[in-house]
Each structure stands twice: as structure tokens, then as C-alpha cells.
């Protein structure tokens, strides 16, 4: 393949791949709880071993891939809702959670209470405590900033929330649930942080840079289509008509 044709190409997708990354964050903008991913290159050069390469087809050889994405966990601005059944995590740490899959961990606390009195996610999670699944009575619920639930005067138990010492090692599961990659990572209790009762996390996606983002790749995507023109229509069309001849 040219080697010019297949850096222009190499670059084209990682813009298109970079570009979803930000379009999943704007999607998400107003989704409780959610971190936005960011996503970093990786340049490979072909000739960078080849001692006898000179140095422009060095830098025509360039290729640019999407290495990966990292989740960005830094904290959302806090919403007042009020609601009793609503909690914020103030710093580090995560709310546990059982799913049909096992335990995953989130930061949304929009939590209901169906008819049998267990807490429940916005996705119908039953939601973790020191006991297991919180199950209330009915009764005011107040809930301490250590996460000590109340109902009425008594205490009922305590959110489980923990935290990882490599974070690198979650990933996403749907919009606001966390897992462990494959092999796993060992759990702990979180420190740090606070509960705050009546409030939810926002997500965590500044819109205005995520554009500013998005409008720099996509020049950057037109430059990349321009270049592949040229390449495809101009010079190969020149080899063929100019320097064919006789």
C-alpha cells in the first residue's frame, strides 16, 4: 500500500474513533453520575528501525492509532433534588450494587424502594449494605454522611461504598455501572468521602470543551480528506499520465 495513503487513512480512523468517544460523552451530558471517557494516540513508525531509511519516508511511514480510552472519574457538580432516597458521593469511592452478573460498583444514588422495601437502583439493582441487600421498613429514611441509614430511630444498616487503588482496572458496564476487567481487582474500604442525603452527582462532561474538541478534530478530519484526495486522484494520476510516458 502507499505508504502516504495508508498514513492518511491510519489518521482518518483514529479521528472517526475519537469522535464517537466524544459523541458518547455529549450523549451522556445529562446522565447521572456518568464519567466521560477520553481517548489517547499512539504513533507508529514502520521505518523507525530501519537505520537506512531517510528521514522523509521516516516521517511518510508515521502512523497515528487510537491506543485506547481512560475513564475520567473526577467528580460532578451536585444536584439538590430533596428526595430522601437520593445520595451524592462527595471524593472517592463507590456504592456497591448486585446485578444478575454479581457485584458492580456505581456512583449514581438515585435510588426507589419497591412494595418489599429493598432500595433499589434506577435500573432495579438491589443496593448493598453491611448486611447485604438494604432492606427498610417504612419510616423516614435519613442517611449519615458516613452512609448510616436510618429509619425513624433506628438504625437500619450502612451503604457498602468502597474503592480501588487501580481505578485503570474498571471499566463500564452500561451508562453508570462499574466492573473489574478480567483477572479482577481487590476492593477497599473507601476513604475520604462523604454522603450527602438529598443531592445526586451530575455527570461529569463539560459540554463547551467536548465541542471545542470535536470541531478540532473534525478540521483536522477535513485536512486528513483533502490529503487523501490529492493523493488518490493527483499523484497517482500523475504517475499514470506523466511519468508513464515514454
Known amino acids: 500500500m502507499d505508504s502516504g495513503l495508508y498514513s492518511t487513512y491510519t ?4 479521528r472517526a474513533e475519537m469522535l464517537e468517544v466524544i459523541s458518547n460523552n455529549l450523549a451522556n451530558t445529562n446522565t447521572t453520575a456518568f464519567k466521560g ?8 513508525n514502520r521505518a523507525l528501525s530501519e537505520s537506512t531509511v ?14 485506547g480510552t481512560a475513564i475520567n472519574f473526577s467528580n460532578g457538580s451536585f444536584l ?11 471524593g472517592d469511592g463507590f456504592l456497591a450494587v448486585e446485578t ?31 448486611k447485604g441487600a438494604i432492606q427498610l421498613p417504612r419510616g423516614t429514611v435519613s442517611i449519615s454522611q458516613e452512609g448510616e441509614i436510618q429509619v425513624g430511630p433506628n438504625r437500619v444498616d450502612k451503604l457498602k461504598i468502597v474503592d480501588f487503588k487501580d481505578r485503570k482496572r474498571l471499566e463500564k458496564m452500561g451508562s453508570s455501572l462499574f466492573q473489574p476487567v478480567a483477572g479482577g ?4 474500604a473507601a476513604k475520604g468521602m462523604m454522603v450527602r442525603q438529598g ?14 474538541e470535536m470541531l478540532s478534530i473534525l478540521r483536522q478530519f477535513e485536512s486528513l480528506q483533502k490529503s487523501l484526495n490529492m493523493i488518490m486522484n493527483v499523484l497517482n494520476e500523475r504517475a499514470i499520465n506523466q511519468v508513464g510516458k515514454i
Do not use: C
Not at 11 to 14: I, N, S, V
Open 80 to 90: 439538590k433534588t430533596g428526595r430522601d432516597l437520593d445520595v451524592a458521593l462527595e
Open 37 to 44: 471517557d477520553e481517548s489517547f494516540l499512539r504513533v507508529f
Open 54 to 67: 531517510a528521514p522523509l519516508d521516516r516521517v511518510i511511514n508515521d502512523s497515528a492509532v487510537v491506543q
Open 11 to 14: 489518521g482518518l480512523k483514529a
Open 199 to 212: 443531592f445526586l452527582e451530575q455527570s461529569n462532561i463539560n459540554p463547551v470543551r467536548q465541542m471545542t
Open 185 to 188: 481487582i481487590q476492593e477497599e
Open 100 to 130: 444478575p452478573a454479581g457485584i458492580r460498583y456505581t456512583r449514581n444514588g438515585n435510588f426507589h424502594m419497591n412494595s418489599k422495601g429493598q432500595l433499589l437502583t434506577s435500573d432495579g439493582f438491589p443496593v448493598l449494605g453491611d
